[in-house]
């Protein structure tokens, strides 16, 4: 059984950070590309980042290029995503997801697998 579980969410000021832990289990890891999306109330998943799942190469959606930075680590089976120089506008619940791929999609409906995602406000 496939389970991504997210962490580090929570409440933070204008211009702080966050790190966001995303821990999979039941797959292996390093066969899958792995990605940070975030919604919000009445509106579409929006792709946040995603990575590679070997060479580690980055992709980022334009909101939030220069200010998050998302990683991984293999062997913990463990993807993260740094939230820098945080704006309200980055309040919604971010998810990760996990595709049996050799590239980054920025597509919801090419993801194989989710988890139930955790929350980040930021207050101004």
């Known amino acids: 059984q496939v389970q991504l579980v997210e962490s580090g969410g929570g409440l933070v000021q204008a211009g702080g950070s966050l790190r966001l832990s995303c821990a999979a289990s039941?797959?292996?890891?390093?066969?899958?590309?792995m990605a940070w999306f975030r919604q919000v109330p009445g509106k579409e998943r929006e792709f946040v980042g995603g990575?590679?799942?070997?060479?580690?190469?980055?992709s980022y959606g334009d909101s939030v290029k220069g200010r998050f930075t998302i990683s991984r680590d293999n062997p913990k089976k463990t993807v993260y995503l740094q939230m820098n120089s945080l704006k309200p506008e980055d309040t919604a619940v971010y998810y990760c997801?996990?595709?049996?791929?050799?590239?980054?999609?920025?597509?919801?409906?090419?993801?194989?697998?989710w988890g139930r995602g955790t929350q980040v406000t930021v207050s101004s």
């Open positions: 990575i590679t799942r070997s060479l580690g190469r980055t």
């Open positions: 997801a996990a595709d049996q791929a050799s590239d980054i999609y920025y597509h919801v409906a090419n993801y194989d697998y």
């Open positions: 039941g797959l292996t890891f390093s066969l899958y590309a």
